[in-house]
């Protein structure tokens, strides 16, 4: 399908004029002219030198899309939902599909069991051309694709465009690395820590206690709430802690013993790796909640719980102490958000964040995340036409790039529509109007830069009572708490690790919930090695983090 340059110009003055005043929905008109008067004299001018840009750019791009290709996105984020609607309707994926010559149809994972959804869509020969994931080499999942040929090496695809090419450092590379070759791309990591302990701070109040800070306050507190009628209402029916099956939601609980039970978070010490999930850190930290657990203090259903179970319990008014990201208190599209199930169940509520808790290995709130966000590999399904790679590298060359025009659609939306500047170009308020669902799905791609929501009033956003305002405060307390140095997501999983983690993972339940005695730890560890490989596979870490110089 041939496209003339005229219409080129028209497509792009069309998409200009949509972007820069007009409305495509009748129904946001009153929030568009409410824009209009905001908007100063010095954003006419700014809108010719974008029309100047954008005609100029059109004709360098006529040749381009002469092939659509069509590529399926496989969107691995746990706030999607199983359902989108018409892509038809998406002003993005036309805008892709126009100047990039890729008909994109985004496939969102479930928010449960997604590795082993694609695994099974894969090996039934259905595989998509993207993977958009948090994996990294050290991810099993990751790890086994690329030995069985579904992941492709991007180093070439990479050189050839002036923007991938330059714009990540051997730093952040290394994260989307296997054995020397390249795989993914991401966006610079712009923060790293979302998580801290929130405790209910009414409930504190009530009982005239102070913030905790260390290990053994917090089970003090948690003795409190569930004994201590926290809530004044004569019923015996709150407890201290909550957590999700498998020690999930427990990470700050945990960082104060430098172990994360569950996982195995490697360190460096004394010029050898530590596997923390066979050590004395995961033995103690361990032994601290079968502790909690002894004394009644745990929400019973923590071992049964999911995210959406967990969430009901937090908002029921039936815990005081739970590990949770900053957005918590906030409502939004996401079910990482609880402000509107809370302000529903209990709107009295007044959740605050705790300091770092102090414990055997320090004062930690969480582990160090990777110097990469949310990543995009690409399968084999990628090179069975020609030109597909090539088109699909041109679209995330400029997916990247936050001084594109597609990054700026991508990311903030139809100006008047869906964002609001002021008159430094900085966006101030983000709005949600209904029918743009789509749009979100997009924004995974990037977190790079000022942030897409975190700074901005969304109007669109209720907070519960007295946490308007507060998202950034919220944002920045837990950037600044103190994280710790971990070498996890720089080793690639190994063959045997998916059977030995299942091991572990069994093993630290069966010792938190007392079906095994803490004091058959070396048992565990014997087995762990003489049974499931864990020599071999410690052997394996340590030659991959020799290869990248961090050991000697
Ligand atoms: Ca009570």
Not at 469 to 496: C, M, N, W, Y
């Amino acid at each position: 399908m041939k496209r003339s340059v005229s219409l080129f110009v028209a497509i792009a003055m069309l998409v200009l004029a949509v972007a820069s005043c007009a409305p495509p929905a009748p129904q946001t008109v009153e929030v568009v002219k409410e824009v209009t008067t905001v908007v100063e004299v010095e954003k006419e001018v700014e809108v010719e030198k974008v029309v100047e840009k954008e005609v100029e750019r059109v004709v360098e791009v006529t040749a381009a899309p002469q092939t659509v290709y069509e590529v399926t996105l496989w969107e691995h984020s746990p706030w999607t939902r199983a359902e989108v609607g018409a892509k038809e309707q998406d002003f993005v994926w036309e805008y892709i599909r126009d100047y990039y010559g890729l008909d994109i149809t985004i496939q969102p994972a479930p928010s449960a069991d997604a590795d082993a959804k694609l695994n099974a869509m894969i090996a039934a020969g259905d595989m998509p051309e993207i993977i958009q994931a948090y994996w990294g080499p050290s991810n099993a999942v990751s790890a086994e694709f690329v030995r069985q040929g579904v992941l492709v090496p991007i180093d070439d695809y990479v050189q050839a465009q002036d923007y991938l090419s330059e714009y990540l450092t051997e730093d952040e590379w290394v994260y989307l690395t296997y054995s020397g070759r390249k795989y993914g791309l991401a966006q610079p990591r712009p923060f790293s820590n979302w998580l801290t302990v929130w405790v209910r701070e009414d409930w504190l109040e009530n009982l005239g206690l102070p913030m905790p800070t260390t290990v053994d306050e917090l089970a003090a507190v948690a003795r409190a709430f569930t004994f201590d009628d926290p809530d004044g209402n004569g019923v015996n029916d709150t407890y201290g802690f909550t957590a999700q099956a498998n020690f999930g939601m427990m990470t700050s609980f945990f960082a104060p013993f430098g172990a994360n039970p569950g996982q195995n978070v490697m360190y460096i010490e004394n010029d050898d790796v530590v596997f923390s999930g066979f050590s004395n850190y995961a033995k103690e930290a361990i032994r601290w909640w079968k502790d909690q657990l002894d004394a009644g203090v745990v929400d019973p259903d923590w071992t049964v719980h999911n995210y959406d179970t967990w969430r009901e319990a937090v908002a029921q008014q039936r815990v005081g102490i739970i590990t949770a990201e900053f957005q918590f208190t906030r409502n939004c599209s996401s079910n990482a958000c609880l402000a509107e199930i809370i302000a529903t169940a209990n709107p009295d509520a007044q959740w605050e964040q705790v300091p770092a808790i102090e414990g055997p290995y320090g004062a930690w709130s969480a582990w160090e995340g990777t110097r990469v966000d949310t990543q995009a590999y690409f399968t084999r399904a990628c090179l069975d036409e020609p030109g597909k790679m090539d088109a699909i590298m041109r679209f995330f060359n400029d997916a990247m790039n936050p001084d594109s025009d597609l990054y700026h659609i991508m990311v903030y939306g139809q100006p008047g529509l869906m964002y609001r500047m002021d008159e430094t170009g900085r966006r101030t308020h983000r709005f949600s109007p209904q029918g743009v669902d789509w749009f979100t799905y997009w924004l995974v791609f990037r977190r790079g830069d000022e942030g897409y929501f975190y700074y901005y009033i969304n109007e669109a956003n209720p907070f519960l009572p007295q946490e308007e305002g507060k998202l950034l405060d919220r944002q920045v307390f837990s950037i600044s708490q103190p994280l710790i140095p971990h070498v996890t997501p720089l080793v690639a999983s190994h063959e045997l690790w998916p059977d030995l983690n299942a091991y572990m993972q069994e093993m630290h339940m069966k010792f938190a919930t007392g079906q095994e005695l803490i004091e058959n730890w070396d048992a565990f560890v014997d087995t762990a090695r003489r049974t499931y490989g864990l020599d071999e596979v410690m052997d394996d870490a340590r030659e991959q983090l020799r290869s990248i110089d961090l050991l000697p």
